[in-house]
């Protein structure tokens, strides 16, 4: 099957909007390259609708359930198991976020499946159970409304070296959902403290984005941790943060 992620660096069409792109290309490759992807392309993806009726979408809807349950399974699927809250309609939970939902959560799977899976096993636990897939959208909710803070968002992409703000942003989702996890795991929350974890951290993280990063990014070593692992990769012959490949979706 066809990647729909892989995040090169090969120039954008700028003509096409996002959802051009998406409905033309079996890709998103052509709107994350440097050149083009900004936060307005960002916000761009949220808008575009998921479709049960379009192959993609299950294709990748799928292909995340078969990551995070170890399963092959690819019939009679009980989306519930992985957090969504309309199993007959799974299309409503993501009337907030669109395809970034799906986009973000792929993008953290490639990076670091492992820590998703241990996130995604805790939510299944029987005392601290909650919507694992609910909390990936509300926390892409959250990154959507930093978008809103033109002076935090700065903050945030000047992090990147190359000013890439779809790096940058998946670096907060990461962030957020990991700093999540951590209260989650370590306080022993459940379902009633599902909401007030979200406005917890959110509000945490905009009092100083830059630490927030440093503590709770991917890289958890220095302000330079997205420069140095970019170039690391780089380096050894590998991909860089923004050309993420996605396989066998």
Request: aromatic share 10%; net charge neutral.
């Amino acid at each position: 099957m066809n990647n729909i992620g892989c995040f090169s660096n090969k120039k954008s069409r700028a003509s096409k909007t996002p959802e051009e792109i998406y409905n033309n290309d079996s890709s998103f490759s052509h709107i994350i390259s440097q050149q083009q992807f900004d936060p307005i392309n960002y916000r761009a993806i949220s808008q575009i609708i998921f479709e049960t009726e379009r192959e993609i979408d299950m294709r990748t809807v799928i292909h995340i359930y078969q990551q995070l349950t170890q399963s092959q399974q690819i019939e009679h699927i009980d989306w519930e198991v992985i957090g969504f809250q309309n199993k007959e309609n799974i299309k409503s939970d993501f009337r907030a976020v669109g395809l970034l939902g799906l986009l973000n959560l792929l993008y953290f799977m490639g990076q670091d499946l492992a820590k998703v899976r241990q996130i995604y096993e805790l939510s299944t636990d029987k005392v601290q159970n909650y919507p694992f897939m609910l909390a990936c959208f509300n926390i892409t909710n959250l990154t959507l409304r930093l978008l809103n803070n033109d002076k935090i968002t700065s903050q945030l992409i000047n992090l990147h070296e190359e000013k890439n703000a779809f790096v940058a942003l998946q670096e907060y989702y990461i962030a957020l959902l990991k700093r999540f996890d951590e209260r989650w795991r370590n306080e022993k929350l459940k379902i009633n403290d599902f909401n007030v974890t979200l406005d917890q951290i959110e509000i945490e993280s905009k009092k100083d984005i830059v630490k927030f990063i440093q503590k709770n990014g991917q890289t958890q070593s220095s302000i330079n941790g997205m420069k140095n692992m970019n170039n690391s990769k780089k380096q050894k012959g590998g991909k860089g943060l923004n050309q993420t490949d996605f396989s066998n979706i």
